[in-house]
């Protein structure tokens, strides 16, 4: 078995045979690879030559040692948050590079799909990757640092956002002016809130995500 940067669970292709599609999944804040590896298990058998890769974020949490986190929330100075932001997104970047030589697969069969702080960091990532990722799914998350982002896009992928109306701890306001910003830099971002729906993903939310992974993917 090919090791990685990070550490994760992974869900195999129901096909058993080769891969044909990666779908790597990046958890919340707090949580790790196992707790969103949930999400891949429900969409396994309906993409079953995909194999799904869920990483522990780099870092044990600050708040829940439990858990891990792409990068440190506690302080809310945005140049701090970036500055980690950034060291988490190189890792990211890594692994994703990895994982693609590992399956001697090209970044049009990777899709990436993110939680909370893993839309974030799938976000930052996937754009400046230089080689165009497939497509990429993000629940209740943010872009981190507009302003870091705006001249260091390099590619474009397919994104479909979406978010709970009743959100709490990252509000949907966040996903408005993600949806506003990355159109005005010419991606194609399809967007849905749910009514009623708080910090999580809701069964609509899991099914039009594999949705939109079918439709890209296959």
Not at 37 to 54: K, M
Not at 116 to 140: D, H, R
Request: hydrophobic share 40%; aromatic share 8%; net charge positive.
């Amino acid at each position: 078995m090919t090791s990685y940067n990070l550490d994760i669970s992974s869900v195999l292709p129901l096909s058993k045979g080769k891969p044909e599609q990666i779908i790597v999944l990046c958890h919340g804040y707090g949580g790790d690879g196992k707790d969103i590896s949930t999400l891949a298990i429900s969409w396994q058998r309906f993409l079953p030559n995909a194999i799904f890769l869920c990483p522990n974020a780099p870092e044990v949490c600050s708040i829940n040692p439990q858990g891990f986190q792409w990068f440190d929330l506690t302080s809310e100075k945005e140049e701090i948050i970036l500055e980690k932001s950034l060291i988490a997104e190189d890792k990211l970047s890594i692994f994703l590079d990895q994982v693609l030589d590992n399956f001697q697969l090209q970044p049009k069969n990777l899709a990436l799909v993110g939680f909370s702080q893993g839309t974030m960091i799938g976000i930052q990532t996937g754009l400046k990757k230089k080689k165009q990722i497939n497509c990429l799914v993000g629940y209740s998350g943010k872009i981190i640092n507009q302003k870091h982002l705006l001249d260091k896009i390099n590619s474009k992928p397919k994104i479909f956002l979406m978010h709970g109306a009743d959100d709490t701890i990252v509000p949907v306001t966040h996903l408005l002016e993600a949806k506003e910003y990355l159109t005005n830099q010419g991606l194609k971002i399809k967007t849905k809130i749910f009514k009623n729906c708080e910090h999580r993903i809701p069964v609509e939310g899991s099914s039009l995500g594999l949705g939109f992974l079918k439709k890209n993917l296959l």
